[in-house]
C-alpha cells in the first residue's frame, strides 16, 4: 500500500521564480491538503483539494496556487518567489470520511536566495 | 479562527521517566485532536488522535487526555525511550462531512537522556 509520495525532495531557487511541487496522495484517498512549515515551527495549512476544487484555504497569498488531476494528485505552484517561502512543504491526503485521519508526506524542501 | 497553544517547547527527561505536553485550542467547535512525531528531516507521522466525545485514550505508553470544557488536551509518554526524542506537534481540526483543516501547534522538542 503505497503512502503518500512527493517530488522533488529539494529544490533551489531564487527570488521571483516560480515553482511546481508535486504530491501524489497514499492509496485510497481523494483528499489532498497542503502544509508550510517554516523551519522550527508548527505547519500551517495553505490549502486542501477535493474532486478537483480547492474547497478550503488557509491565509496565504493568491501567489500560492494549487491544482488536483483525476486521478487524485496534486500541484502547488508559487510565483514570485520570496525570501520568506523557503520552507517544507507537506502534503497530506485523507479519505474525506467521518474517521479522517491525515497521512503526510516526506515534504519538500524549498530554499529560495 | 482556530488557534493552538502548546507547551512546553523543549522538554528533557530521563529514560523511563514520563512526558507530559499540553496544549490549548481556542475553537470550541473543534473536534478531533491528533499528535504527531516529528524526526528531524522526516514526515510528520500520527501518533495517537482523539475525538471529542472521548476523555482519554490510551496505546501502550502513549495516552492522550481532553478536557473540552477548559479546552485542553495533553499527551502523556510513559517509561520514555532514546528512541522517542523527536518533536511533538498537537493540532486541531473541525472535522464535518469530510473537511478537515489541521490547526498545529509550535511544537515541542523531547529530548530523552539515556
Known amino acids: 500500500d503505497a503512502g503518500v509520495t512527493q517530488s522533488p525532495t529539494h529544490l533551489i531557487k531564487t527570488r521571483g521564480q516560480q515553482v511546481t511541487l508535486r504530491c501524489s496522495p497514499k492509496?485510497?484517498?481523494?483528499?489532498v491538503s497542503w502544509y508550510q512549515q517554516a523551519l522550527g515551527q508548527g505547519p500551517q495549512f495553505i490549502f486542501q483539494?477535493?474532486?478537483?476544487?480547492?474547497?478550503q484555504r488557509g491565509n496565504f497569498p493568491d501567489r500560492f496556487s494549487g491544482h488536483q488531476f483525476p486521478n487524485y494528485s496534486s500541484e502547488l505552484n508559487v510565483n514570485a518567489l520570496l525570501l520568506g517561502d523557503s520552507a517544507l512543504y507537506l502534503c497530506?491526503?485523507?479519505?474525506?470520511?467521518?474517521?479522517?485521519?491525515?497521512?503526510f508526506g516526506p515534504g519538500t524542501r524549498l530554499t529560495v536566495l | 479562527g482556530e488557534n493552538v497553544e502548546q507547551h512546553p517547547s523543549t522538554l528533557s527527561v530521563q529514560e523511563g521517566d514520563s512526558a507530559v505536553i499540553k496544549c490549548t485550542y481556542s475553537d470550541s467547535a473543534s473536534n478531533y485532536f491528533p499528535w504527531y512525531k516529528q524526526e528531524l528531516g522526516k514526515r510528520p507521522q500520527l501518533i495517537i488522535d482523539i475525538r471529542s466525545n472521548v476523555g482519554e485514550k490510551k496505546d501502550q505508553r502513549i495516552a492522550v487526555t481532553l478536557n473540552k470544557t477548559a479546552k485542553h488536551f495533553s499527551l502523556h509518554i510513559t517509561e520514555t525511550q532514546p528512541e522517542d526524542s523527536a518533536v511533538y506537534f498537537c493540532?486541531?481540526?473541525?472535522?464535518?462531512?469530510?473537511?478537515?483543516?489541521?490547526?498545529f501547534g509550535t511544537g515541542t522538542r523531547l529530548l530523552v537522556s539515556p
Open positions: 493540532a486541531a481540526s473541525i472535522v464535518n462531512t469530510g473537511f478537515q483543516k489541521l490547526v
Open positions: 492509496s485510497g484517498h481523494d483528499t
Open positions: 497530506a491526503s485523507d479519505s474525506g470520511t467521518s474517521t479522517d485521519t491525515q497521512y
Open positions: 483539494y477535493y474532486e478537483e476544487e480547492e474547497r
